[in-house]
Nanobody, 130 residues
Framework: AQLMETGGGSVQSGGSLTLSCEVS????????MAWYRRIADKDREGVAL???????AYADSAKGRFTISRDKIKNTLYLQMNNLKPGDAAMYFC?????????????????????????WGRGIQVTVTS
């Protein structure tokens, strides 16, 4: 399978962006999918998770501002980001795995989900200007 992110770019503080992750080459009905980000030279951090039924979970930094969703017909994962802050500037990645059901189902904090997914997109840059 291949994952490809689109929708990044530059936005002013307080603005919005919607990231898309198109999945090709495999079934989209994976049990758990995610968005991560890497800020500067730090490790990737989990931003949001979504299971096959659409149940979502968010990192504390994303709660109330970001919305993750998936469209099984379009084979696409989304991340709607509102009220963006300079601290949200990062490279954003989508991730998926056919076996990691528990990462969505055990309701662990999104920040604690390891970046060990089988499939990753290449990432897309989001810049937030103040």
């Amino acid at each position: 399978a291949q994952l490809m992110e689109t929708g990044g770019g530059s936005v002013q503080s307080g603005g919005s962006l919607t990231l898309s992750c198109e999945v090709s080459g495999d079934t989209f009905d994976w049990p758990c999918m995610a968005w991560y980000r890497r800020i500067a030279d730090k490790d990737r951090e989990g931003v949001a998770l979504i299971d096959a039924d659409g149940t979502a979970a968010y990192a504390d930094s994303a709660k109330g501002r970001f919305t993750i969703s998936r469209d099984k017909i379009k084979n696409t994962l989304y991340l709607q980001m509102n009220n963006l802050k300079p601290g949200d500037a990062a490279m954003y990645f989508c991730a998926a795995d056919p076996y990691k059901l528990e990462w969505c189902s055990d309701r662990r904090p999104v920040e604690s989900v390891p970046a060990l997914w089988d499939y990753w997109g290449r990432g897309i840059q989001v810049t937030v200007t103040s």
